[in-house]
C-alpha cells in the first residue's frame, strides 16, 4: 500500500498570513501521461471533506486562487496565499493511483 | 451538479449486518466508478471499496475484504454497500463517493454506522 505522510499535523496560523502543508507518499504518484495522482481535500467541521485540487495541482470548481497546490513524484504541497477564518479545519491528501486509495492523517490548520 | 445521499446507517450488534445505499443524480451514473469512504469517531479517512462503472471491476479495502460487498443498479443511480460481520471498529460516518473524470472525489454528506452490543 502506498503510505501518505502530511506535516504539520497542526498549524496554527494569523489570518492575512500563508500557510502550507507538505504531503509526501512511499512511492512516485506520477503516471507516464505526466498527470500525478494526488488530491487535496478540506474537512469543515461537521461537514464532509470537500474538494480542493485534483491532479496535484488543478483548482476544483468554486475554490479560491488562493489554494495552490504544487508537487510532482512523492513531494507535494498545499499553500494558502492569505488564510482566512472560513479556512479553518483539517487538510487532507489522498493518493489516487492505486487502490488501497489512502489519505495523509490530516493537518488540522485553526486560527490564531 | 453532482448529488449523493446515503442512507441505511443506524446501530447494529457485533457480527450484525447492514446494507448501506447510495443514491445519484446530476451525473450520467453509468460513467462513473463509485466508491465508499468511511471515518471513525475522530479520526481520518479510509477507503474501503470501488465499483467500476460496469460492476466488472471490484476492489475492497484488506479491513473488510471477504465482509463487505458493493454492487451498483445503473438502472437506479445507486449503489450499495453490504455490510456482513460487522465488527466494533466498522463504526464510522460511511461515505459515498464518486472520482472525477480528471480525478477529485465529490462526496455525499455520510451516514453514520455504530456497532456496539
Known amino acids: 500500500d502506498i503510505v501518505m505522510t502530511q506535516s504539520p499535523l497542526s498549524l496554527p496560523v494569523t489570518p492575512g498570513e500563508p500557510a502550507s502543508i507538505s504531503c509526501r507518499s512511499s512511492q512516485s504518484l506520477l503516471q507516464r501521461n505526466g498527470y500525478n495522482h494526488l488530491d487535496w481535500y478540506l474537512q469543515k467541521a461537521g461537514q464532509s471533506p470537500q474538494l480542493l485540487i485534483y491532479?496535484?495541482?488543478n483548482r476544483a470548481s468554486g475554490v479560491p486562487d488562493r489554494f495552490n497546490g504544487s508537487g510532482s513524484g512523492t513531494d507535494f504541497t498545499l499553500r494558502i496565499s492569505r488564510v482566512e477564518a472560513e479556512d479553518v479545519g483539517i487538510y487532507y491528501c489522498?493518493?489516487?493511483?492505486?487502490?488501497?486509495?489512502?489519505f495523509g492523517q490530516g493537518t488540522k490548520l485553526e486560527i490564531k | 451538479e453532482v448529488q449523493l445521499v446515503e442512507s441505511g446507517g443506524g446501530l447494529v450488534k457485533p457480527g450484525g449486518s447492514l446494507r448501506l445505499s447510495c443514491a445519484a443524480s446530476g451525473f450520467t451514473f453509468i460513467n462513473y466508478s463509485m466508491d465508499w469512504v468511511r471515518q471513525a469517531p475522530g479520526k481520518g479517512l479510509e477507503w474501503v471499496s470501488s465499483i467500476s462503472s460496469s460492476g466488472r471491476y471490484i476492489y475492497f479495502a484488506d479491513s473488510v475484504k471477504g465482509r463487505f460487498t458493493i454492487s451498483r443498479d445503473n438502472a437506479k443511480n445507486s449503489v450499495y454497500l453490504q455490510m456482513n460481520s460487522l465488527r466494533v471498529d466498522d463504526t464510522a460516518t460511511y461515505y459515498c463517493?464518486?472520482?472525477?473524470?480528471?480525478?477529485?472525489?465529490?462526496w455525499g454528506q455520510g451516514t453514520p454506522v455504530t456497532v456496539s452490543s
Open positions: 463517493a464518486r472520482i472525477g473524470s480528471y480525478g477529485g472525489y465529490s
Open positions: 491532479l496535484g495541482s
Open positions: 489522498m493518493q489516487a493511483l492505486q487502490t488501497p486509495y489512502t
